[in-house]
T-cell receptor, first 113, second 114 residues
Framework: NAGVTQTPKFQVLKTGQSMTLQCAQD?????MSWYRQDPGMGLRLIHY???????DQGEVPNGYNVSRSTTEDFPLRLLSAAPSQTSVYFC????????????FGPGTRLTVL | AQSVSQHNHHVILSEAASLELGCNYS??????LFWYVQYPGQHLQLLLK??????LVKGIKGFEAEFIKSKFSFNLRKPSVQWSDTAEYFC????????????FGQGTELSVKP
C-alpha cells in the first residue's frame, strides 16, 4: 500500500491564481481531511469528508473548496490564492469506526507571492 | 468549543535528560488521545494512542503517556532523550462518536543537544 499520497510537494503561486492540491489513499478509508500547518498554531482542520459525496467544513474553510467523488481521492482547491494561504498542507485519512489513528500524507508546501 | 493545549512551545534538553510534555484538553465526555511526532521535513507519525483501559500507554521509541481523566491531561514522557528525538510533538484528541475528526494542540518543538 502506498498509504496517503499528495501532489505536488512544493508549489509557488501568485496572488489570485487557482490550483488544486491532490490527495489519494489506497486503504479504503471512509474519513479524509485536509489540514494546514502554520508555525505556533499546530494543525488546523480545513475540510473533511466522512465518505464519497459527503464533505463538511472544518475550523478554517474560507478560501478552500473540496469534493469527494470517490473513496480514494480528496482534492483541495484554492480558488483565488492569497498570501495568507502560504502554509504546509497535509491530507490525512482514517476509518470512522474504532480507534484508528489518522494516517498523514507527506505534505505540500505552498507559497503564495 | 473543544480545544487542546500544549503548554510548552519549545523545549531544549541535553541528551539523557528526562522529558515531559504537557497536554490538556477541554471536553467532559469520552475521548481518544494521541501523540504524533513530526521529524524535520517529514510528515506526522503516530507515537502512541489511548482509547481505554490502562491509563499508562507505551508507544514507540521509548515514549509513554499517562491519561489522567480528572485533570483532562495526557502528558508525554521519556526517561532519557536522544539527539534523534529532536522533532515537533503534537497532542491530538478525537471526540467519541464524532467520526475521525482530530483536534490538535499547537505543538511542542523539542531540541536535544548532543
Amino acid at each position: 500500500n502506498a498509504g496517503v499520497t499528495q501532489t505536488p510537494k512544493f508549489q509557488v503561486l501568485k496572488t489570485g491564481q487557482s490550483m488544486t492540491l491532490q490527495c489519494a489513499q489506497d486503504m479504503n478509508h471512509e474519513y479524509m481531511s485536509w489540514y494546514r500547518q502554520d508555525p505556533g498554531m499546530g494543525l488546523r482542520l480545513i475540510h473533511y469528508s466522512v465518505g464519497a459525496g459527503i464533505t463538511d467544513q472544518g475550523e478554517v474553510p474560507n478560501g478552500y473548496n473540496v469534493s469527494r467523488s470517490t473513496t480514494e481521492d480528496f482534492p483541495l482547491r484554492l480558488l483565488s490564492a492569497a498570501p495568507s494561504q502560504t502554509s504546509v498542507y497535509f491530507c490525512a485519512s482514517t476509518t470512522t469506526g474504532g480507534v484508528n489513528e489518522q494516517f498523514f500524507g507527506p505534505g505540500t508546501r505552498l507559497t503564495v507571492l | 468549543a473543544q480545544s487542546v493545549s500544549q503548554h510548552n512551545h519549545h523545549v531544549i534538553l541535553s541528551e539523557a535528560a528526562s522529558l515531559e510534555l504537557g497536554c490538556n484538553y477541554s471536553y467532559g465526555g469520552t475521548v481518544n488521545l494521541f501523540w504524533y511526532v513530526q521529524y524535520p521535513g517529514q510528515h506526522l507519525q503516530l507515537l502512541l494512542k489511548y482509547f481505554s483501559g490502562d491509563p499508562l500507554v507505551k508507544g514507540i521509541k521509548g515514549f509513554e503517556a499517562e491519561f489522567i481523566k480528572s485533570k483532562f491531561s495526557f502528558n508525554l514522557r521519556k526517561p532519557s532523550v536522544q539527539w534523534s528525538d529532536t522533532a515537533e510533538y503534537f497532542c491530538a484528541v478525537k471526540i467519541y462518536n464524532q467520526g475521525g475528526k482530530l483536534i490538535f494542540g499547537q505543538g511542542t518543538e523539542l531540541s536535544v543537544k548532543p
